[in-house]
Protein backbone atom coordinates (compact mmCIF):
# COMPACT_ATOMS: atom_id res chain seq x y z
CA UNK A 1 0.00 0.00 0.00
CA UNK A 2 0.95 3.78 -0.79
CA UNK A 3 1.83 5.67 1.91
CA UNK A 4 0.34 8.60 2.46
CA UNK A 5 2.05 12.04 2.69
CA UNK A 6 0.74 13.52 5.57
CA UNK A 7 0.07 17.32 5.30
CA UNK A 8 2.35 19.41 7.97
CA UNK A 9 0.28 21.35 10.62
CA UNK A 10 1.75 25.04 8.57
CA UNK A 11 0.78 23.51 5.22
CA UNK A 12 -3.01 22.51 6.59
CA UNK A 13 -2.90 26.33 7.88
CA UNK A 14 -1.92 27.72 4.82
CA UNK A 15 -4.22 25.94 2.47
CA UNK A 16 -7.21 27.81 5.27
CA UNK A 17 -6.36 30.94 4.64
CA UNK A 18 -5.76 30.83 1.01
CA UNK A 19 -9.11 29.26 0.27
CA UNK A 20 -10.81 31.64 3.28
CA UNK A 21 -9.46 34.89 3.29
CA UNK A 22 -11.63 35.78 6.47
CA UNK A 23 -10.43 32.84 8.42
CA UNK A 24 -7.82 33.76 11.34
CA UNK A 25 -5.76 30.55 12.19
CA UNK A 26 -3.09 30.42 14.89
CA UNK A 27 -0.49 27.23 15.61
CA UNK A 28 0.48 26.89 19.18
CA UNK A 29 2.51 23.79 20.45
CA UNK A 30 1.72 21.71 17.11
CA UNK A 31 -2.48 22.43 17.45
CA UNK A 32 -3.78 24.43 14.79
CA UNK A 33 -6.68 26.70 15.26
CA UNK A 34 -9.11 28.22 12.49
CA UNK A 35 -11.60 30.35 13.20
CA UNK A 36 -14.11 32.35 10.93
CA UNK A 37 -17.19 32.32 9.80
CA UNK A 38 -19.26 30.40 7.35
CA UNK A 39 -22.68 31.09 5.19
CA UNK A 40 -23.74 27.80 3.41
CA UNK A 41 -25.87 29.74 1.16
CA UNK A 42 -28.08 32.69 0.64
CA UNK A 43 -31.16 31.91 2.88
CA UNK A 44 -28.90 30.53 5.80
CA UNK A 45 -27.74 32.63 8.76
CA UNK A 46 -23.91 33.35 9.49
CA UNK A 47 -21.91 31.02 11.53
CA UNK A 48 -19.09 31.62 13.45
CA UNK A 49 -16.70 28.40 13.47
CA UNK A 50 -13.78 26.82 14.91
CA UNK A 51 -11.63 23.97 13.60
CA UNK A 52 -8.75 22.71 15.74
CA UNK A 53 -6.50 19.75 14.32
CA UNK A 54 -3.38 18.02 15.56
CA UNK A 55 -1.50 15.78 13.40
CA UNK A 56 -2.10 12.48 14.48
CA UNK A 57 -5.38 13.12 15.58
CA UNK A 58 -9.23 13.27 13.57
CA UNK A 59 -10.24 17.29 12.98
CA UNK A 60 -12.65 18.76 15.62
CA UNK A 61 -15.00 21.38 13.96
CA UNK A 62 -17.09 23.69 16.69
CA UNK A 63 -20.12 26.32 16.31
CA UNK A 64 -19.67 28.22 20.33
CA UNK A 65 -22.11 29.14 22.05
CA UNK A 66 -25.83 28.91 21.34
CA UNK A 67 -26.00 29.06 17.87
CA UNK A 68 -26.65 25.42 17.39
CA UNK A 69 -30.77 24.63 18.75
CA UNK A 70 -32.70 21.35 19.38
CA UNK A 71 -36.30 22.03 18.05
CA UNK A 72 -37.26 21.19 21.60
CA UNK A 73 -35.32 22.40 24.37
CA UNK A 74 -32.87 19.63 26.08
CA UNK A 75 -33.28 17.86 22.96
CA UNK A 76 -30.83 16.41 20.52
CA UNK A 77 -29.01 17.54 17.07
CA UNK A 78 -28.71 15.12 14.82
CA UNK A 79 -25.09 14.22 13.75
CA UNK A 80 -23.28 15.76 16.81
CA UNK A 81 -21.10 14.73 19.78
CA UNK A 82 -22.37 17.67 21.45
CA UNK A 83 -24.50 20.98 21.28
CA UNK A 84 -21.94 22.60 20.02
CA UNK A 85 -19.84 19.50 17.75
CA UNK A 86 -21.20 18.19 14.27
CA UNK A 87 -20.21 15.27 13.22
CA UNK A 88 -18.87 15.78 9.61
CA UNK A 89 -17.21 11.80 8.70
CA UNK A 90 -17.44 8.33 9.96
CA UNK A 91 -13.76 8.45 11.78
CA UNK A 92 -12.58 5.92 9.37
CA UNK A 93 -9.19 6.56 7.25
CA UNK A 94 -11.62 6.03 4.01
CA UNK A 95 -13.46 9.43 5.45
CA UNK A 96 -10.47 11.29 6.35
CA UNK A 97 -6.47 11.40 6.11
CA UNK A 98 -3.85 13.16 7.22
CA UNK A 99 -3.01 14.27 3.86
CA UNK A 100 -6.64 15.88 3.15
CA UNK A 101 -6.48 19.23 2.91
CA UNK A 102 -8.95 20.76 5.77
CA UNK A 103 -9.53 23.68 3.46
CA UNK A 104 -10.84 21.20 0.79
CA UNK A 105 -12.95 18.86 3.13
CA UNK A 106 -13.83 19.72 6.49
CA UNK A 107 -14.92 23.39 5.93
CA UNK A 108 -17.39 21.99 2.65
CA UNK A 109 -18.67 19.55 5.28
CA UNK A 110 -19.15 22.13 7.80
CA UNK A 111 -21.03 24.28 5.54
CA UNK A 112 -23.11 21.14 4.23
CA UNK A 113 -23.67 20.22 7.22
CA UNK A 114 -25.30 23.45 8.52
CA UNK A 115 -27.57 23.38 5.31
CA UNK A 116 -29.15 20.31 6.24
CA UNK A 117 -29.14 21.84 9.71
CA UNK A 118 -31.26 24.26 8.81
CA UNK A 119 -33.29 21.82 6.66
CA UNK A 120 -33.55 20.05 9.93
CA UNK A 121 -34.82 23.48 11.96
CA UNK A 122 -37.27 24.08 9.23
CA UNK A 123 -39.19 20.84 8.33
CA UNK A 124 -37.99 18.66 11.57
CA UNK A 125 -36.58 16.35 9.15
CA UNK A 126 -32.57 15.93 8.48
CA UNK A 127 -32.00 14.89 4.79
CA UNK A 128 -28.27 14.90 4.82
CA UNK A 129 -28.03 11.09 5.53
CA UNK A 130 -24.76 9.88 7.15
CA UNK A 131 -23.88 6.90 9.63
CA UNK A 132 -25.25 6.46 13.10
CA UNK A 133 -23.24 6.17 16.50
CA UNK A 134 -22.93 2.88 17.94
CA UNK A 135 -23.83 1.19 14.68
CA UNK A 136 -19.84 0.77 14.29
CA UNK A 137 -17.04 1.61 16.74
CA UNK A 138 -14.95 4.19 16.80
CA UNK A 139 -11.30 3.94 15.01
CA UNK A 140 -7.85 5.08 15.22
CA UNK A 141 -7.23 8.18 13.31
CA UNK A 142 -4.79 7.72 10.77
CA UNK A 143 -1.90 9.04 11.20
CA UNK B 1 -47.63 23.64 -29.26
CA UNK B 2 -45.90 26.50 -27.22
CA UNK B 3 -42.74 25.64 -25.21
CA UNK B 4 -40.68 27.54 -22.81
CA UNK B 5 -37.15 26.51 -22.10
CA UNK B 6 -37.05 23.75 -19.41
CA UNK B 7 -35.56 25.44 -16.13
CA UNK B 8 -32.57 23.41 -15.73
CA UNK B 9 -30.38 24.50 -12.60
CA UNK B 10 -26.75 24.02 -13.59
CA UNK B 11 -25.52 26.67 -10.73
CA UNK B 12 -26.80 27.02 -6.80
CA UNK B 13 -29.22 30.10 -6.33
CA UNK B 14 -26.82 32.98 -4.85
CA UNK B 15 -29.29 35.18 -3.90
CA UNK B 16 -32.46 35.03 -1.62
CA UNK B 17 -34.77 35.74 -5.24
CA UNK B 18 -33.08 32.51 -7.04
CA UNK B 19 -33.72 30.46 -4.18
CA UNK B 20 -37.26 31.42 -4.12
CA UNK B 21 -37.74 31.09 -7.66
CA UNK B 22 -36.45 27.47 -7.29
CA UNK B 23 -38.68 26.93 -4.21
CA UNK B 24 -41.56 28.65 -5.85
CA UNK B 25 -41.66 26.46 -8.50
CA UNK B 26 -41.49 23.13 -6.78
CA UNK B 27 -44.51 24.31 -4.66
CA UNK B 28 -46.43 24.63 -8.15
CA UNK B 29 -45.18 21.24 -9.57
CA UNK B 30 -46.29 20.04 -6.16
CA UNK B 31 -49.74 21.38 -6.50
CA UNK B 32 -50.51 20.96 -9.75
CA UNK B 33 -52.28 18.27 -12.22
CA UNK B 34 -48.85 15.55 -12.92
CA UNK B 35 -48.35 15.26 -16.48
CA UNK B 36 -49.50 11.54 -16.22
CA UNK B 37 -52.85 12.91 -14.91
CA UNK B 38 -53.30 15.69 -17.07
CA UNK B 39 -52.70 13.12 -20.68
CA UNK B 40 -55.57 11.17 -18.75
CA UNK B 41 -57.99 13.70 -17.72
CA UNK B 42 -57.32 15.12 -21.61
CA UNK B 43 -58.56 11.45 -23.18
CA UNK B 44 -61.36 11.41 -20.53
CA UNK B 45 -62.53 15.02 -22.39
CA UNK B 46 -61.93 13.39 -25.33
CA UNK B 47 -64.02 10.55 -24.99
CA UNK B 48 -67.01 12.62 -23.51
CA UNK B 49 -66.64 14.73 -26.58
CA UNK B 50 -66.67 11.68 -28.91
CA UNK B 51 -69.80 10.21 -26.76
CA UNK B 52 -71.68 13.08 -27.20
CA UNK B 53 -70.99 13.78 -31.19
CA UNK B 54 -71.32 9.65 -31.94
CA UNK B 55 -73.17 7.92 -34.66
CA UNK B 56 -76.61 7.61 -33.01
CA UNK B 57 -76.11 10.25 -30.52
CA UNK B 58 -79.30 12.42 -30.08
CA UNK B 59 -76.82 15.51 -29.80
CA UNK B 60 -74.88 14.54 -33.24
CA UNK B 61 -77.30 17.12 -35.26
CA UNK B 62 -75.87 19.87 -33.15
CA UNK B 63 -71.98 19.16 -33.81
CA UNK B 64 -70.93 18.88 -30.29
CA UNK B 65 -67.89 20.08 -29.00
CA UNK B 66 -65.79 19.63 -25.62
CA UNK B 67 -63.46 21.43 -24.68
CA UNK B 68 -61.79 22.48 -21.66
CA UNK B 69 -62.06 25.68 -19.79
CA UNK B 70 -60.40 27.89 -16.99
CA UNK B 71 -57.32 26.78 -15.00
CA UNK B 72 -56.94 23.45 -17.38
CA UNK B 73 -57.27 26.02 -20.24
CA UNK B 74 -54.52 28.55 -18.63
CA UNK B 75 -52.30 26.07 -17.38
CA UNK B 76 -53.09 27.40 -13.88
CA UNK B 77 -54.57 24.20 -11.94
CA UNK B 78 -54.24 23.78 -8.29
CA UNK B 79 -55.40 20.81 -6.59
CA UNK B 80 -58.09 22.34 -3.50
CA UNK B 81 -56.90 22.69 -0.10
CA UNK B 82 -57.11 19.36 2.03
CA UNK B 83 -58.65 17.93 -1.43
CA UNK B 84 -57.41 15.13 -3.68
CA UNK B 85 -59.36 16.19 -6.54
CA UNK B 86 -58.58 18.42 -9.28
CA UNK B 87 -61.71 20.45 -10.35
CA UNK B 88 -61.35 20.76 -14.70
CA UNK B 89 -64.02 22.37 -16.40
CA UNK B 90 -64.59 21.62 -19.64
CA UNK B 91 -67.53 23.48 -22.18
CA UNK B 92 -69.43 21.24 -24.26
CA UNK B 93 -70.09 23.32 -27.46
CA UNK B 94 -73.56 22.60 -29.61
CA UNK B 95 -74.17 24.78 -32.35
CA UNK B 96 -77.44 26.17 -33.58
CA UNK B 97 -78.83 25.71 -30.52
CA UNK B 98 -79.04 29.93 -29.47
CA UNK B 99 -82.60 29.50 -29.69
CA UNK B 100 -83.23 27.38 -27.50
CA UNK B 101 -83.64 28.22 -23.37
CA UNK B 102 -80.57 26.74 -21.41
CA UNK B 103 -82.80 24.49 -19.40
CA UNK B 104 -83.60 22.73 -22.76
CA UNK B 105 -79.89 22.46 -24.00
CA UNK B 106 -78.84 21.19 -20.43
CA UNK B 107 -81.43 18.24 -20.58
CA UNK B 108 -80.32 17.22 -23.57
CA UNK B 109 -76.74 17.23 -22.43
CA UNK B 110 -77.48 15.23 -19.18
CA UNK B 111 -79.96 12.52 -21.34
CA UNK B 112 -77.37 11.37 -23.73
CA UNK B 113 -74.63 11.57 -20.43
CA UNK B 114 -77.05 9.47 -18.89
CA UNK B 115 -77.22 7.04 -21.93
CA UNK B 116 -74.07 5.96 -21.14
CA UNK B 117 -73.93 3.29 -18.43
CA UNK B 118 -69.79 4.19 -17.32
CA UNK B 119 -70.65 7.79 -17.32
CA UNK B 120 -74.12 7.21 -15.46
CA UNK B 121 -72.55 5.90 -12.51
CA UNK B 122 -70.22 8.98 -11.72
CA UNK B 123 -72.64 11.69 -13.42
CA UNK B 124 -74.13 14.52 -11.21
CA UNK B 125 -76.28 17.07 -11.58
CA UNK B 126 -75.24 20.49 -10.70
CA UNK B 127 -77.15 23.87 -10.88
CA UNK B 128 -75.68 24.53 -14.16
CA UNK B 129 -73.24 21.98 -15.14
CA UNK B 130 -72.89 18.01 -14.91
CA UNK B 131 -70.34 16.27 -13.30
CA UNK B 132 -68.43 13.48 -13.84
CA UNK B 133 -66.49 12.14 -10.59
CA UNK B 134 -63.19 9.91 -11.48
CA UNK B 135 -63.18 9.40 -7.66
CA UNK B 136 -59.24 10.16 -5.82
CA UNK B 137 -58.33 11.86 -9.02
CA UNK B 138 -60.43 15.03 -10.46
CA UNK B 139 -64.45 15.81 -11.46
CA UNK B 140 -65.11 17.19 -14.99
CA UNK B 141 -67.62 19.84 -14.88
CA UNK B 142 -69.20 20.05 -17.89
CA UNK B 143 -71.22 23.45 -19.19
CA UNK B 144 -73.33 23.39 -22.19
CA UNK B 145 -73.03 26.29 -24.19
CA UNK B 146 -73.90 27.45 -27.65
CA UNK B 147 -71.74 30.04 -30.18
CA UNK B 148 -72.82 33.59 -29.65
CA UNK B 149 -72.74 34.09 -33.51
CA UNK B 150 -73.66 37.60 -32.38
CA UNK B 151 -70.44 38.23 -31.25
CA UNK B 152 -68.17 35.25 -33.02
CA UNK B 153 -64.78 34.95 -32.12
CA UNK B 154 -65.20 32.08 -30.08
CA UNK B 155 -68.06 33.73 -28.08
CA UNK B 156 -70.25 31.50 -26.32
CA UNK B 157 -73.32 31.50 -24.16
CA UNK B 158 -73.67 29.64 -21.23
CA UNK B 159 -76.41 29.11 -18.84
CA UNK B 160 -76.43 31.67 -16.19
CA UNK B 161 -76.68 30.41 -12.34
CA UNK B 162 -80.34 29.30 -11.97
CA UNK B 163 -80.27 27.77 -15.51
CA UNK B 164 -82.82 30.28 -16.30
CA UNK B 165 -81.27 32.58 -19.03
CA UNK B 166 -78.22 32.34 -21.03
CA UNK B 167 -75.54 34.55 -20.29
CA UNK B 168 -72.06 35.47 -22.47
CA UNK B 169 -68.73 33.88 -21.52
CA UNK B 170 -65.73 33.96 -23.88
CA UNK B 171 -62.89 30.79 -22.17
CA UNK B 172 -60.74 30.92 -25.34
CA UNK B 173 -61.07 34.24 -26.05
CA UNK B 174 -59.93 35.33 -22.16
CA UNK B 175 -57.25 32.07 -22.40
CA UNK B 176 -55.60 34.24 -25.48
CA UNK B 177 -55.26 37.39 -23.66
CA UNK B 178 -53.79 35.37 -20.70
CA UNK B 179 -51.70 33.92 -22.96
CA UNK B 180 -50.26 36.77 -24.45
CA UNK B 181 -49.77 38.68 -20.89
CA UNK B 182 -47.70 35.35 -20.15
CA UNK B 183 -45.27 36.31 -23.45
CA UNK B 184 -45.42 39.55 -22.23
CA UNK B 185 -42.01 42.16 -22.75
CA UNK B 186 -40.41 38.90 -21.90
CA UNK B 187 -38.44 38.17 -25.40
CA UNK B 188 -39.79 35.00 -25.62
CA UNK B 189 -39.53 34.67 -29.23
CA UNK B 190 -35.69 33.38 -27.71
CA UNK B 191 -36.93 31.35 -25.28
CA UNK B 192 -39.44 29.55 -27.84
CA UNK B 193 -38.88 26.42 -29.33
CA UNK B 194 -40.22 25.51 -32.78
CA UNK B 195 -43.25 23.75 -33.76
CA UNK B 196 -46.04 25.72 -32.91
CA UNK B 197 -49.51 23.76 -33.16
CA UNK B 198 -51.57 25.22 -30.79
CA UNK B 199 -50.88 27.99 -28.10
CA UNK B 200 -52.52 25.30 -25.39
CA UNK B 201 -50.25 26.91 -22.64
CA UNK B 202 -51.95 23.94 -20.08
CA UNK B 203 -50.84 20.88 -21.79
CA UNK B 204 -46.94 21.84 -21.55
CA UNK B 205 -44.80 19.84 -18.96
CA UNK B 206 -45.07 21.99 -15.81
CA UNK B 207 -41.59 22.68 -16.05
CA UNK B 208 -41.92 24.46 -19.00
CA UNK B 209 -44.35 26.88 -17.35
CA UNK B 210 -44.76 30.77 -17.82
CA UNK B 211 -44.27 32.65 -14.66
CA UNK B 212 -47.40 34.31 -15.04
CA UNK B 213 -48.96 30.86 -14.80
CA UNK B 214 -47.04 30.32 -11.72
CA UNK B 215 -47.91 33.57 -10.45
CA UNK B 216 -51.58 32.28 -10.50
CA UNK B 217 -51.05 29.31 -9.02
CA UNK B 218 -49.85 30.69 -6.00
CA UNK B 219 -52.34 32.90 -5.59
CA UNK B 220 -54.84 30.43 -5.82
CA UNK B 221 -53.25 28.50 -3.62
CA UNK B 222 -52.30 31.21 -0.75
CA UNK B 223 -56.04 32.33 -1.52
CA UNK B 224 -57.37 28.94 -0.20
CA UNK B 225 -55.61 28.68 2.70
CA UNK B 226 -56.16 32.44 3.50
CA UNK B 227 -59.93 31.79 2.59
CA UNK B 228 -60.06 28.37 4.22
CA UNK B 229 -63.32 27.58 2.34
CA UNK B 230 -64.85 30.60 3.55
CA UNK B 231 -67.89 31.37 1.48
CA UNK B 232 -65.97 35.10 0.02
CA UNK B 233 -63.74 33.25 -1.59
CA UNK B 234 -62.16 35.21 -3.95
CA UNK B 235 -62.91 33.87 -7.52
CA UNK B 236 -60.14 32.26 -9.40
CA UNK B 237 -60.92 34.55 -12.51
CA UNK B 238 -60.82 37.63 -10.60
CA UNK B 239 -56.76 36.31 -9.56
CA UNK B 240 -56.21 35.62 -12.77
CA UNK B 241 -57.24 38.86 -14.29
CA UNK B 242 -55.60 40.97 -11.82
CA UNK B 243 -51.88 39.05 -12.57
CA UNK B 244 -52.20 39.57 -15.90
CA UNK B 245 -53.13 43.04 -15.99
CA UNK B 246 -50.27 43.91 -13.02
CA UNK B 247 -47.61 41.20 -14.49
CA UNK B 248 -44.50 43.04 -16.51
CA UNK B 249 -42.67 40.50 -17.59
CA UNK B 250 -39.72 39.50 -15.21
CA UNK B 251 -38.55 35.95 -15.68
CA UNK B 252 -37.90 35.85 -12.25
CA UNK B 253 -40.70 34.21 -10.68
CA UNK B 254 -40.38 35.52 -6.82
CA UNK B 255 -40.01 39.16 -8.34
CA UNK B 256 -42.80 39.04 -11.03
CA UNK B 257 -45.01 37.58 -8.20
CA UNK B 258 -43.65 41.01 -6.24
CA UNK B 259 -44.47 43.08 -9.12
CA UNK B 260 -48.22 41.71 -8.86
CA UNK B 261 -48.74 41.95 -5.92
CA UNK B 262 -46.78 45.53 -5.29
CA UNK B 263 -49.46 46.29 -8.22
CA UNK B 264 -52.56 45.12 -7.05
CA UNK B 265 -52.05 46.48 -3.77
CA UNK B 266 -51.51 49.94 -4.70
CA UNK B 267 -54.52 49.64 -7.15
CA UNK B 268 -57.09 48.96 -4.10
CA UNK B 269 -55.24 51.05 -1.97
CA UNK B 270 -56.37 53.46 -3.91
CA UNK B 271 -59.91 52.16 -3.98
CA UNK B 272 -61.77 52.89 -0.89
CA UNK B 273 -64.57 51.31 -2.21
CA UNK B 274 -65.41 48.32 -4.23
CA UNK B 275 -63.96 48.56 -7.73
CA UNK B 276 -65.05 46.98 -11.36
CA UNK B 277 -63.18 44.38 -12.07
CA UNK B 278 -63.61 44.31 -15.84
CA UNK B 279 -63.21 41.06 -18.15
CA UNK B 280 -59.80 42.11 -19.88
CA UNK B 281 -61.54 40.17 -23.33
CA UNK B 282 -65.68 41.63 -22.20
CA UNK B 283 -65.56 44.95 -21.56
CA UNK B 284 -68.60 45.66 -19.69
CA UNK B 285 -68.40 42.61 -17.62
CA UNK B 286 -67.78 43.00 -14.19
CA UNK B 287 -65.92 39.57 -11.82
CA UNK B 288 -66.46 42.03 -8.79
CA UNK B 289 -70.14 42.32 -9.17
CA UNK B 290 -70.78 40.52 -6.82
CA UNK B 291 -68.77 41.67 -3.92
CA UNK B 292 -69.81 43.56 -1.28
CA UNK B 293 -67.60 46.09 1.19
CA UNK B 294 -66.88 43.65 4.10
CA UNK B 295 -66.16 40.99 0.86
CA UNK B 296 -63.61 43.68 -0.93
CA UNK B 297 -62.02 44.21 2.36
CA UNK B 298 -61.04 40.30 2.62
CA UNK B 299 -59.49 40.20 -0.46
CA UNK B 300 -57.72 43.44 0.45
CA UNK B 301 -56.47 41.95 3.28
CA UNK B 302 -55.32 38.67 1.29
CA UNK B 303 -53.16 40.67 -1.02
CA UNK B 304 -51.97 42.65 1.89
CA UNK B 305 -50.85 39.37 3.74
CA UNK B 306 -49.27 37.85 0.70
CA UNK B 307 -47.42 41.05 0.09
CA UNK B 308 -46.06 41.48 3.32
CA UNK B 309 -44.90 37.70 3.87
CA UNK B 310 -43.39 37.41 0.54
CA UNK B 311 -41.25 40.69 1.20
CA UNK B 312 -40.13 39.40 4.43
CA UNK B 313 -38.49 36.29 3.10
CA UNK B 314 -37.33 38.16 -0.08
CA UNK B 315 -35.80 41.32 2.10
CA UNK B 316 -35.67 39.90 5.85
CA UNK B 317 -34.92 42.13 8.69
CA UNK B 318 -31.21 41.24 10.34
CA UNK B 319 -33.10 39.35 13.01
CA UNK B 320 -34.78 36.89 10.63
CA UNK B 321 -31.99 36.56 8.50
CA UNK B 322 -29.96 35.18 11.69
CA UNK B 323 -32.89 32.93 11.92
CA UNK B 324 -31.94 31.19 8.81
CA UNK B 325 -34.17 28.99 6.22
CA UNK B 326 -35.75 28.55 9.66
CA UNK B 327 -37.91 31.98 9.88
CA UNK B 328 -38.07 31.90 5.58
CA UNK B 329 -40.22 28.54 6.01
CA UNK B 330 -42.38 29.31 8.64
CA UNK B 331 -43.24 32.86 6.25
CA UNK B 332 -43.84 30.21 3.24
CA UNK B 333 -45.91 27.71 5.40
CA UNK B 334 -48.22 30.78 6.22
CA UNK B 335 -48.61 31.15 2.73
CA UNK B 336 -48.60 27.96 0.87
CA UNK B 337 -49.31 25.53 4.27
CA UNK B 338 -46.42 23.85 5.38
CA UNK B 339 -46.59 20.40 4.12
CA UNK B 340 -45.88 21.93 0.55
CA UNK B 341 -43.16 23.58 1.43
CA UNK B 342 -41.82 20.84 3.96
CA UNK B 343 -42.08 18.81 0.54
CA UNK B 344 -40.03 21.73 -1.43
CA UNK B 345 -37.44 21.46 1.41
CA UNK B 346 -36.96 17.65 0.96
CA UNK B 347 -36.64 18.25 -3.05
CA UNK B 348 -34.14 20.87 -2.38
CA UNK B 349 -32.33 18.06 -0.36
CA UNK B 350 -32.58 15.15 -2.63
CA UNK B 351 -30.95 17.93 -5.15
CA UNK B 352 -28.54 18.88 -3.13
CA UNK B 353 -27.52 15.39 -2.04
CA UNK B 354 -27.35 14.17 -6.20
CA UNK B 355 -24.39 16.83 -6.36
CA UNK B 356 -22.60 15.89 -3.50
CA UNK B 357 -22.71 11.87 -4.87
CA UNK B 358 -21.99 13.15 -8.05
CA UNK B 359 -19.11 15.46 -7.21
CA UNK B 360 -20.62 18.16 -8.88
CA UNK B 361 -20.62 20.72 -5.66
CA UNK B 362 -18.46 23.18 -4.96
CA UNK B 363 -17.91 25.70 -2.60
CA UNK B 364 -16.50 29.70 -2.34
CA UNK B 365 -14.54 31.23 -0.48
CA UNK B 366 -16.93 32.37 1.79
CA UNK B 367 -18.35 28.90 2.74
CA UNK B 368 -21.22 29.34 0.30
CA UNK B 369 -21.69 26.06 -1.70
CA UNK B 370 -21.47 26.61 -5.24
CA UNK B 371 -22.39 24.24 -8.34
CA UNK B 372 -18.68 22.84 -9.03
CA UNK B 373 -18.68 24.93 -12.52
CA UNK B 374 -18.77 28.11 -10.78
CA UNK B 375 -15.48 29.86 -11.16
CA UNK B 376 -13.08 29.84 -8.10
CA UNK B 377 -15.16 27.20 -6.24
CA UNK B 378 -13.36 23.93 -4.71
CA UNK B 379 -15.25 20.30 -5.45
CA UNK B 380 -16.64 19.08 -2.29
CA UNK B 381 -15.89 15.74 -1.97
CA UNK B 382 -18.08 12.65 -0.47
CA UNK B 383 -18.24 12.61 3.16
CA UNK B 384 -21.17 10.50 5.53
CA UNK B 385 -21.79 12.80 8.55
CA UNK B 386 -21.44 10.65 11.71
CA UNK B 387 -23.02 10.49 15.39
CA UNK B 388 -26.53 9.86 16.67
Known amino acids: MNRIKTLGIR ?7 SRYPGFRCDVTGGLLTCRGRLQPGPMNATYEVVIQYRVGTWPKVYVPGDQLQPVESGGKIPHTYAPTEPCL ?8 RSDMKLSHTIIPWLSLWLTFYEMWRATGEWHGGGISHGAVKELEPAA | MLLVEPQTHTALPSNRAEWLDRHLARVCILSELTPTQFRNAEEKYHAVGDWLAADGSSLAVFAPEVYPQGSMLLGTTVRPYGQSEYDLDLVCQLHWCAQQPPLTIYAWVHERMAANETYLEMLEKLKRCLRLNYAGSFHLDILPAC ?17 ECWKHSNPKGFAAWFLEQCRLRDQLAERMLKGSVEPLPSAVPSQYKFPLQRIVQ ?38 ALEGVLDGIHYALEANPTVPKIENPTHPGEDFADTWDQAKYERFKSYIRNFRVELKAVLNPSLTEQRMGLEKSTERLGHLFGSNRVNEAIRIEA ?3 NERRIGGKLGIASGGVLTALSQVGSAAVPRNQFFGR
Open chain 1, 11 to 17: DQAAWVR
Open chain 1, 89 to 96: FYPSRASW
Open chain 2, 147 to 163: PNDRIGNGSIIVPDRKL
Open chain 2, 218 to 255: LMKRHRDIYFSGGRDIARSVILTTLAGGFYQGQRSLSL
Open chain 2, 350 to 352: NEL
